[in-house]
């Protein structure tokens, strides 16, 4: 029996062209095992590694169901999806438009960083989708700009992370806001973190099919080399170019800027290279893919446009330039390889600047990289001196000078009206005291006792 394919398991027309668009082919196990549940109804928790296609498990299944039916409650968001950071919100807002091209189905994005008068604004429109993070949405609450008494579906995507950053309060202020009778979806890399049951009993109201996904790991070897600045980075690159053995390699970089000038450099050096990033027209980039596709460009330099939704056989080297600024787009680099049980290699080029993001991509990860060194360029740069047992460098905060209670000297404060124009013969009259002045009696009466502030004036 064959494996369905994703026409089998979604029957809309609009995400069936959306989804030859984007070049989906065989659903992953854990889209094989949560879309037809979840196109049946049921409250799913669904336990699958980070990078295992959780975001479209959800997305598919409950697309289809909004476009299927219209709504009961115009004024509500139909589907809330909730995720513990930015960058994942972000990523699932673009999926999300990708497989809506073709409808008139509306997201907005609900996260910190932006004005709350701003968002109030966007959902006065009534988007039929929101994603967005436990913090700001429990603030919308508070203000009341929210409407959810007929969302249809709720997704806790990464709820295990949103525990861990303590979110847990937030999200229950939000569910209690939604429709009870509602679809609830929820994804982790594990089921088993302390707290997350009762955040379960709390959130799904009914009962809930559990979908355990063991897939084996990725075989890529991840590995790193140190770094002392960029130009050092350069020639490591054209070095590793030159060294490793490889079909296709992708070279990612976090700037439109950098991946031009690695484009001229690659060049250059005489390799066969394709670039990928912002600048670059939809017709340009077709013609940079079909050529690294076809093997006409050995070495594709990219930005994280390319990091997702790219799947070109033969690639079997990844390298980071710049290190990412997620665990979760670290692994959608890396996912460029290493793909349909093949074995993958990813090197990440680590410098100061780069340190904390990759100890905290392994800890995130659960990973430790292998430390090379490419003979004639070992960096001098070791690593930080001092580390948290997180691995990140310990900061390095100035320390206020300690008082020395023997040595220290009593500040006198000094005001503006003690500041007066003193000339040669005059005295300051802050060294003064006032002076009688001795009087005489006319007439039995004495006149009033003046007092001279000048010495000098009492003298004469």
């Known amino acids: 029996m064959s494996t369905p394919n994703f026409h089998d398991l979604i029957s809309d027309a609009q995400l069936h062209k959306a989804i ?79 497989l809506l091209r073709f409808t008139s189905v509306k997201v907005a994005m609900i ?24 913090g700001r949405l429990a603030e919308h609450i508070a203000h009341k700009s929210t409407e959810f008494s007929g969302l249809e579906v709720l997704v806790l995507d990464e709820a295990d992370r949103m525990l861990e950053m303590g979110l847990h309060e937030d999200v229950l202020k939000i569910a209690n806001t939604c429709a009870t009778q509602r679809q609830t979806l929820l994804f982790s890399a594990t089921l088993e973190v302390k707290g997350l049951r009762h955040l379960i009993s709390q959130v799904v109201l009914g009962d ?33 170019l030159a060294k490793a053995v490889y079909e296709k390699v992708i070279v990612f ?8 000038q690695l484009d001229g450099l690659l060049r250059y050096s005489k390799y066969r290279v394709s670039a990928l990033h912002g600048d670059v027209t939809q017709d340009q980039r077709k013609i940079a893919l079909d050529l690294f ?3 006409k460009t050995q070495v594709l330099v990219a930005t994280d446009v ?23 787009e670290y692994v959608h680099r890396i996912g460029r390889t290493g793909r349909a049980d093949a074995e993958g290699r990813a090197v990440s080029l680590v410098s100061a600047a780069d340190w904390n993001l990759t100890k905290g991509i392994e800890r995130y990860l659960r990973v430790e990289f292998e430390k090379m060194a490419l003979p004639g360029l070992t960096a001098s740069y070791k690593g930080p001196d001092k580390t948290k047992s997180s691995g990140k460098a310990v900061g390095t905060k100035k320390k206020e000078p300690t008082k020395d209670k023997k040595t220290s000297v009593e500040k006198i404060k000094v005001r503006e009206r003690d500041k007066k124009n003193i000339g040669k013969r005059r005295a300051p009259s802050a060294t003064n005291k006032s002076v009688d002045v001795p009087t005489v009696v006319v007439d039995g009466f004495a006149p009033p006792k003046k007092k001279i502030s000048r010495i000098e004036d009492a003298d004469e």
């Open 20 to 98: 030859d668009a984007l070049g989906y082919t065989q659903p992953t196990s854990v889209q094989l095992a949560a879309i037809p549940d979840a196109l049946a109804g049921k409250d799913l928790l669904v336990s699958s590694k980070t990078g295992s296609g959780k975001t479209a498990a959800f997305l598919l299944p409950s697309l289809q169901r909004i476009l299927a039916s219209p709504s009961a409650n115009t004024n509500s968001t139909r589907i809330l999806i909730l995720t513990p950071t930015r960058e994942l919100a972000r990523q699932i807002v673009k999926n999300a438009e990708q």
């Open 253 to 260: 970089t976090n700037t439109k800027i950098k991946a031009a």
């Open 208 to 240: 809930a099919k559990e979908i355990h996904i063991d897939d084996a790991p990725n075989r890529i070897n991840q590995q790193m080399i140190l770094a002392d600045d960029i130009k050092h980075k350069e020639k490591l690159l054209i070095e590793l």
């Open 111 to 134: 996260c910190g960083g932006e004005e709350l008068k701003y968002q109030k604004a966007l959902l006065r429109k009534n988007p039929e989708i929101v994603v967005g993070t436990p």
């Open 306 to 328: 390319a990091a997702r939704g790219l799947d070109i056989p033969g690639v079997d080297l990844v390298i980071n330039f710049d290190m990412a600024h997620s665990g979760d």
């Open 293 to 295: 596709r076809q093997g």
